[in-house]
């Protein structure tokens, strides 16, 4: 039968997706004591799962398109994302591949351009040790003895000597997750890694449009428009996730049309 042809009388109300509206929709009693927590917690499921289908789709991705390399992440925290990275890297047997665990591991720099986003402001916001982090990657039990942290606020630790080093032994970028936060933290993120990339790397850019009202003109997007001004490499977008990242494939040349894709 024609679903739209059916007869009032033919819909089953007890199962939502057998008629209209097609999708489960909370109603005013499964809602009615929802407070903060459980906002956070609807909020954090959503994000979370848009995030892990994306290192799904990238993952795929890089087997299909046969791109070998390295993982970056650039801001980890609590090691969700690192997580997910490992689980799908397993997943696609990339036993050579490292993954690169940039972080302070004492929260967010003291900075002066001021987010919007009022945790963004506070210096030492979204701590997490380095020694807590491992041990969440000890836990999650998936190539935990090829992540290698790499402590340090980036104006110190992203040096010329370590990218020297990685360029040395070959390393190059299949898939970076930029999920620094700050304008600030970002320039250093973008400079290190533009040797090591290689055509078709994926570059995921977590709070692209978060954090900053003015969204072009601060935070990671502007630190990102900046770095393309004055780089070789042409970036192509990619995935959206959610709201707030998008990823782009890197390449040294694109088709005059290529922004028409």
Not at 119 to 138: C, K, N, P, V, Y
Not at 175 to 185: P, Q
Not at 218 to 245: C, N, T
Request: some cysteine; overall charge negative.
């Amino acid at each position: 039968m024609n679903p739209d042809n059916r007869k009032f009388s033919d819909f089953n109300f007890a199962d939502p997706l057998s008629a209209e509206p097609w999708v489960r929709l909370p109603d005013a009693g499964a809602i009615a004591n929802w407070d903060e927590a459980r906002a956070i917690a609807y909020n954090q499921q959503n994000r979370q799962h848009e995030k892990y289908r994306f290192f799904v789709k990238a993952f795929d991705y890089l087997t299909g398109n046969q791109i070998e390399g390295d993982y970056h992440e650039y801001g980890c925290h609590r090691g969700r994302t690192m997580r997910m990275a490992l689980s799908e890297a397993r997943r696609h047997n990339r036993d050579d591949s490292k993954f690169y665990a940039f972080d302070s591991f004492a929260g967010l720099p003291e900075v002066n351009n001021q987010p919007d986003y009022e945790l963004w402001r506070q210096g030492g916001a979204l701590t997490t040790s380095e020694a807590d982090f491992m041990a969440m990657i000890e836990a999650h039990g998936i190539y935990a003895d090829r992540v290698v942290p790499i402590k340090g606020f980036y104006d110190d630790s992203l040096t010329t000597n370590l990218q020297e080093r990685l360029q040395s032994e070959g390393r190059k970028i299949a898939l970076a997750c930029i999920d620094c936060d700050l304008y600030e933290s970002a320039v250093p993120v973008f400079e290190f890694m533009e040797p090591l990339l290689q055509d078709g790397c994926i570059i995921y850019i977590d709070d692209l449009f978060a954090g900053y009202h003015s969204v072009t003109t601060e935070g990671i997007a502007k630190a990102f428009l900046d770095f393309q001004a004055q780089s070789d490499w042409k970036f192509l977008r990619h995935m959206d996730v959610g709201w707030w990242g998008r990823s782009y494939i890197a390449s040294r040349q694109l088709h005059p049309l290529s922004g028409n894709l």
